[in-house]
């Protein structure tokens, strides 16, 4: 493809992608927003007074949450409102955007034009996906920098003579990890990608130790520039040294003259760069095991019970819960032909593995996280860009292994006439199944479900809510008669999401109060873990439901 060809069509796909993404950004607040602008707002502050020891906020890190939220302070003044959150979400909005349009450059070098046009639209239409992307938080990012990580590894593997497809992937895993701990899942995933890759090994056991060192110093290197907490002379000055006998090995590697000594070199140097890294923020890893180890104060609703930690189900569970119904489907289907046709061509054989790194990436991250105590669905956000890759790839190889079908059957010129109807009917398909439900549920893509779930009640199986539809109650309540006025009662957990919209007064269900309520709002999720019932603690008259895509998420009460 000619450079200005994909320059347009880059072009063209960062737009598209944009779309669902930067509108209606002033919608329904979600969980932890309001901590991460307040984060993102103490961290700018500490920037511009030149307080670096002071960006140590939060154990996740967030770094580059907090960076491109911490963007908007120089265009409007930081607070906690609407407007902010708007700002926020619009600088990572549009970040994701370009490393999503990135990850489809790379998608298209692995696996060819059919291919990245169907990842296109599998992962800008990922509901999962989509939502968080429109969220103030760190998953997000982690997911599209480890996605990243992959694919320009994967490059790598294919290239080991280009070094800076290595170089490139440990800054993004720098910057992963940068956004949330949990990305250190994938170290073990990059001695297995080597391992599916013999053949393009240069080289005995020392090379691949001088890549596996190159990977971890522009890792360490990219967390130490990036995050302001190091920017101290010591820290500065063994990051230069190791920036200096890394470019050594780098040069080294080029010319097939590796010594051992610059090796040790390299080594010893990093292991003193980490030293003073763990020795600067000890309390971020401390942090990080008591969030591994022990559950979310907040309990979950899982398969019918409350419980805090709902146990090695749950990661499954999501991933067919969010996913749509033929992300996973069309994955085992690329996987299947893949295997199937593995041995009839040298790129044939170099998919199927890449198809293997992929599914080994979902394994690991669902395995490790189940093993935690603390869940929530958004930390297997990882592994869903990774799914939707397999299902590109199974949607291209079902249509040929279709037509291959066909001719066989029919004969060449028989069928000829009929590819392009075949063609444009599993494509109208794919849209009305896999696009269409989704675009229509703007700006509440958080509400989605698998639509195969739509044979039972998804609220019996898995916690509902994600904040979606408490602004539209607000929004209700706005247009009463002297709004200013009213005073509402809102259930423990949508209690904040409820007063960024609404004129009048509102107050925790829990919490003591002199004032008389007009209003009862109860959400979906306090009425799920059984801390205010769903008809009201205030023996009010119903009088709105607000329902998303299907499910009734809020309801509006009239306190006689």
């Not at 289907?333 to 054989?349: A, N, V, Y």
Request: proline share 4%; aromatic share 14%.
């Amino acid at each position: 493809m000619k450079k200005k060809h994909l320059l347009f069509l880059s072009i063209c796909l960062l737009l598209l992608t944009l779309l669902p993404r930067l509108s209606s950004l002033a919608s329904h607040w979600s969980s932890d927003e309001v901590l991460w602008l307040d984060r993102s707002s103490e961290f700018m502050s500490a920037i511009k007074r030149g307080d670096f020891s002071e960006t140590r906020i939060a154990y996740h890190p967030g770094v580059p949450t907090m960076w491109l939220a911490g963007l908007r302070t120089f265009f409007t003044p930081p607070g906690t409102d609407v407007e902010n959150l708007a700002a926020a979400r619009g600088f990572i909005g549009l970040f994701v955007s370009v490393c999503l349009v990135l990850s489809l450059y790379f998608v298209y070098q692995l696996f060819g034009r059919w291919v990245v046009l169907a990842s296109f639209v599998c992962l800008s239409t990922s509901p999962f996906f989509l939502a968080q992307t429109r969220r103030v938080h760190t998953d997000a990012l982690a997911t599209i920098f480890l996605l990243l990580t992959v694919l320009v590894f994967l490059m790598y593997c294919q290239h080991r003579h280009q070094r800076r497809y290595l170089v490139v992937s440990g800054m993004s895993f720098g910057l992963a990890i940068l956004s949330k701990s949990y990305a250190l899942i994938l170290l073990p995933w990059l001695p297995v990608c080597l391992f599916l890759f013999p053949e393009n090994r240069l080289g005995g056991f020392w090379r691949q130790m001088c890549e596996i060192l190159i990977f971890l110093s522009v890792t360490v290197l990219t967390v130490v520039s990036v995050w302001s907490v190091f920017w101290s002379p010591r820290i500065v000055l063994v990051s230069l040294l190791l920036f200096g006998v890394s470019v050594l090995l780098l040069r080294d590697m080029n010319q097939e003259r590796v010594t051992p000594y610059l090796i040790v070199l390299v080594v010893s140097v990093l292991v003193l760069l980490c030293v003073r890294v763990i020795e600067t923020v000890g309390l971020v890893f401390e942090t990080v095991h008591w969030a591994v180890t022990t559950p979310h104060e907040v309990e979950h609703f899982f398969l019918g019970k409350v419980v805090n930690d709902p146990g090695w189900l749950f990661y499954p569970f999501v991933l067919t819960i969010k996913s749509t119904p033929l992300m996973l489907p069309l994955g085992l289907i690329g996987c299947l032909l893949l295997w199937k046709h593995r041995k009839q061509t040298d790129e044939t054989s170099r998919h199927f593995r890449m198809a293997v790194s992929l599914v080994t990436g979902v394994l690991l991250f669902t395995f490790c996280l189940s093993a935690t105590s603390k869940k929530f669905s958004r930390y297997l956000l990882p592994a869903f860009p990774m799914l939707e890759i397999l299902a590109a790839i199974g949607f291209v190889e079902g249509l040929k292994w279709s037509s291959a079908v066909l001719c066989s059957r029919f004969g060449i010129e028989a069928t000829n006439g009929y590819k392009q109807t075949l063609v444009v009917i599993v494509c109208l398909c794919f849209f009305f199944i896999q696009v269409f439900p989704v675009v229509a549920l703007h700006p509440y893509y958080g509400t989605y479900y698998n639509l195969c779930w739509k044979v039972t009640d998804i609220t019996k199986v898995i916690t509902v809510g994600e904040a979606s539809g408490l602004d539209l109650s607000a929004k209700y309540l706005n247009e009463k008669p002297n709004a200013w006025e009213l005073v509402v009662q809102v259930s423990p957990l949508a209690t904040e999401f409820v007063y960024y919209y609404f004129q009048g007064h509102v107050y925790r269900a829990d919490r003591q109060t002199t004032q008389s309520p007009d209003y009862e709002v109860v959400y979906i999720r306090d009425s799920q873990i059984g801390r205010v019932p769903q008809t009201g603690t205030l023996n009010g008259e119903l009088e709105a439901v607000i329902t998303l895509n299907g499910i009734d998420h809020v309801w509006i009460y009239r306190v006689p």
